[in-house]
């Protein structure tokens, strides 16, 4: 199993970034898909969820902002994130549900004020 996030990087408060994570080893299409994420002296904490239906939840703190989609053709789960603010950063990472033991590298977000 392989899970390869990427990109990451640092912008302002209010602006927007797009993640991806490419997924292999695995039957993608009907796997549940997961965004978290772990900001530094943090717990790991669930993002953003997306059903092998389409269907999505989302924590309170990004609801409104951030959107998870996936494209099964290309085994890829997006994390669309707008509004941006400096509690949103932290390292991201995605997994399956249930999740894999290896979760990958993760890719880093930082929101300057």
């Known amino acids: 199993v392989q899970l390869q996030a990427s990109g990451g990087g640092l912008v302002q408060a209010g602006g927007s970034l797009r993640l991806s994570c490419a997924a292999s080893?695995?039957?993608?299409?009907?796997?549940?898909m997961k965004w978290y994420r772990q900001a530094p002296g943090k717990q790991r904490e669930l993002v953003a969820t997306?059903?092998?239906?389409?269907?999505?939840n989302y924590v309170g703190s990004v609801k409104g902002r951030f959107t998870i989609s996936r494209d099964n053709a290309k085994s890829t789960v997006y994390l669309q994130m707008n509004s941006l603010k400096r509690e949103d950063t932290a390292v991201y990472y995605c997994?399956?549900?249930?999740?894999?033991?290896?979760w990958g590298q993760g890719t880093q977000v930082t929101v300057s004020s």
């Open positions: 997994n399956a549900d249930p999740p894999f033991a290896r």
């Open positions: 080893g695995f039957i993608f299409s009907i796997s549940a």
């Open positions: 997306i059903f092998s239906g389409g269907g999505t």
